[in-house]
């Protein structure tokens, strides 16, 4: 019965390389988002999707391409993966937009870039 | 800008109470959020405030003040799990969305 799912947990991989995180909520909410919190622990939003429209977009580089296939899930495709790339990535969700509703968090994918 | 500060770092111990505060930039503001989030762990919601004044929910209580750019988290009762850090976060207008900026969160070690 998990609320947002993530996938992977951990991800290694070298410089260069292009991979995928994917996010899945059974909540039925409207809003999904991902989060990048770094190693000082401090967590940034970089993207949000409300009905699979990309609402809110924080300046990432264009190398972090997400994707809402539908309203239950929310995917984050990096390309030419750098070391300052290396990160714990949150996804989150809300019942409508983040101004009035808590966000449920998946557990996070620990990325590591070498 | 939107800046959240809130201190890096608190200590206390077992069965005390410790306040945690927290403030933000009030242009744009609509609500002030807390997490508490255990090391290797997501975050979880703890309270959320929009209106001035306190919110009390078992032994954690929640303070805001609109007008000064003021919250505090309040931990009563404090045991061992508690050791966590807590997120401070607010939202702000955005291009006609609302957006939650968090805070660089306070890391609570409670001891014996």
């Known amino acids: 019965d998990t609320a947002v799912s993530q996938t992977p947990k951990y991800l290694v991989t070298q410089m260069g390389n292009d991979k995928s995180i994917k996010c899945e909520q059974n909540?039925?909410?409207?809003?999904m988002y991902w989060y990048k919190q770094d190693s000082k622990k401090f967590l940034k939003i970089m993207f949000s999707?409300?009905?699979?429209?990309?609402?809110i977009n924080e300046t990432v580089p264009n190398r972090f391409s997400p994707k809402s296939p539908d309203k239950a899930h929310l995917n984050l495709h990096i390309n030419s993966l750098e070391l300052g790339d290396s990160a714990v990535y949150f996804c989150?969700?809300?019942?409508?937009?983040?101004?009035?509703?808590?966000?449920?968090f998946g557990p996070g994918t620990r990325l590591t870039v070498t | 800008g939107q800046n959240i500060d809130q201190p890096t770092e608190m200590t206390a111990t077992e069965g005390a109470i410790v306040q945690i505060n927290c403030t933000y930039q009030?242009?744009?503001?609509?609500?002030l959020f807390w997490y508490q989030q255990h090391a290797g762990e997501a975050p979880t919601f703890l309270s959320y405030n929009v209106l001035d004044g306190l919110e009390e929910k078992g032994r954690f209580s929640s303070f805001l003040s609109r007008s000064k750019g003021y919250s505090y988290l309040l931990l009563k009762e404090l045991q061992m799990k508690d050791s966590a850090s807590y997120l401070c976060a607010a939202t702000f207008m955005n291009t006609g969305f609302q957006k939650l900026v968090f805070g660089t969160g306070t890391r609570l070690l409670v001891s014996p």
């Open positions: 909540l039925g909410h409207d809003t």
């Open positions: 989150a969700s809300t019942l409508g937009l983040a101004g009035t509703y808590e966000q449920y």
């Open positions: 009030t242009s744009g503001f609509n609500g």
């Open positions: 999707y409300n009905n699979k429209e990309l609402i």
